[in-house]
């Protein structure tokens, strides 16, 4: 009881954050539903850091941990099951910061951004691809060996804990928000096999401002099944954002919509969709307290 006192408490905190500056004109709204679904059951996952549901395998979320944690994919559920662990073969875990499922040659892959960089100094940052892994109750073994994306920024080195993949295969980035907006970075399909660094495309910036405030910075972002919806999530919200033909990402709505899910976690960072209308949204532990949280929420999307 004292431990979800706790969690609950950190978490009005961060909701109670200073509202941010967003450039769009944001209009904010409550969840339609939003329950906590479970808790991750292998202790390993303490510091879920993104996650991608399963296109193949219905009820499965991947995950992974924060940096200086072991190379591994988590399978799991909304419940928090375990659904079995595997090390990815040929990969360190520097700082990876989100998980994405999309298309790679002939096969579904899962892609991991080792992209985070909180002092922003990372002459380049990698992407490794996997093909998914078989999921079942409490297996362990070891992916295919990794394929990995050395990248740089045009500009400068970023904070990058957000990423999905398009439908062509196209690897989008987002930028935490640290310094110089909230960015918008593509890494094209075609750069895979290159054994230099490849240079990001900058597609701008997008309008988020989250200012000084911690808890509206970015921390995730998924594709929708149908891959027209974008989700960009902060500590304590989802905007909503349609991909449009050329790959540029438009704030959703006549006003745009966020949606509020402030209060619900401790240190909420992952995000994917379930369906075409619920997300799921997953937590870090907080200082070694509840397990990391897992949330099912169904917003207004317009």
């Given at each position: 009881?004292?431990?979800?006192a706790?969690a609950?408490?950190?978490?009005?905190?961060i909701g109670?954050?200073?509202a941010?500056?967003?450039?769009?004109?944001?209009?904010?709204?409550?969840?339609?539903?939003?329950?906590?679904?479970?808790?991750?059951?292998?202790?390993?996952?303490?510091?879920?850091?993104?996650?991608?549901?399963?296109?193949?395998?219905?009820?499965?979320?991947?995950?992974?941990?924060?940096s200086?944690?072991?190379p591994?994919?988590?399978?799991?559920?909304?419940?928090?099951?375990?659904?079995?662990?595997?090390?990815?073969?040929?990969?360190?875990?520097?700082?990876?910061?989100?998980?994405?499922?999309?298309?790679?040659?002939?096969?579904?892959?899962?892609?991991?951004?080792?992209?985070?960089?909180?002092?922003e100094v990372?002459p380049?940052?990698?992407?490794?691809?996997?093909?998914?892994?078989?999921?079942?109750?409490?297996?362990?073994?070891?992916?295919?060996?990794?394929?990995?994306?050395?990248?740089?920024?045009?500009?400068?080195?970023?904070?990058?804990?957000?990423?999905?993949?398009?439908?062509?295969?196209?690897?989008?980035?987002?930028?935490?928000?640290?310094?110089?907006?909230?960015?918008?970075?593509?890494?094209?399909?075609t750069?895979w096999?290159?054994?230099?660094?490849?240079?990001?495309?900058?597609?701008?910036?997008?309008?988020?401002?989250?200012?000084?405030?911690?808890?509206?910075?970015?921390?995730?972002?998924?594709?929708?099944?149908?891959?027209?919806?974008?989700?960009i999530?902060?500590?304590?919200?989802?905007?909503?954002?349609?991909?449009?033909?050329?790959?540029?990402?438009?704030?959703?709505?006549?006003?745009?919509l966020?949606?509020?899910?402030?209060?619900?976690?401790?240190?909420?960072?992952?995000?994917?969709?379930?369906?075409?209308?619920?997300?799921?949204?997953?937590?870090?532990?907080?200082?070694?307290?509840?397990?990391?949280?897992?949330?099912?929420?169904?917003?207004?999307?317009?």
């Open positions: 009881m004292k431990r979800l706790f609950g408490v950190l978490a009005a905190a109670a954050a200073p941010p500056r967003d450039g769009a004109d944001w209009v904010v709204r409550a969840p339609h539903r939003a329950d906590r679904t479970g808790w991750f059951a292998d202790p390993r996952l303490s510091e879920s850091s993104g996650a991608a549901a399963s296109p193949g395998r219905a009820g499965v979320v991947w995950s992974v941990n924060d200086g944690n072991d591994l994919l988590f399978a799991t559920d909304t419940l928090g099951a375990d659904l079995g662990s595997f090390t990815v073969t040929g990969a360190a875990n520097r700082d990876w910061e989100d998980l994405a499922a999309g298309p790679c040659d002939a096969a579904t892959c899962l892609y991991i951004a080792d992209t985070g960089d909180n002092a990372r380049e940052v990698e992407i490794f691809r996997v093909p998914e892994p078989p999921a079942e109750a409490g297996g362990r073994g070891a992916t295919a060996p990794a394929e990995r994306l050395r990248v740089r920024y045009p500009d400068a080195p970023h904070d990058v804990e957000a990423m999905l993949v398009d439908v062509r295969g196209d690897v989008h980035l987002v930028t935490k928000g640290r310094s110089g907006g909230v960015l918008h970075f593509r890494v094209p399909r750069a096999g290159s054994v230099e660094p490849v240079v990001a495309e900058a597609l701008g910036a997008l309008p988020l401002d989250p200012g000084t405030s911690l808890s509206d910075r970015v921390t995730g972002a998924a594709l929708s099944p149908d891959g027209e919806v974008a989700v999530r902060s500590y304590r919200r989802l905007h909503f954002f349609r991909l449009d033909p050329e790959g540029r990402l438009e704030p959703l709505g006549s006003p745009p966020a949606c509020s899910v402030a209060g619900l976690e401790p240190q909420g960072e992952g995000v994917t969709w379930l369906d075409a209308r619920r997300l799921v949204l997953t937590s870090e532990r907080f200082l070694g307290l509840a397990p990391g949280a897992i949330h099912v929420v169904e917003c207004p999307i317009p």
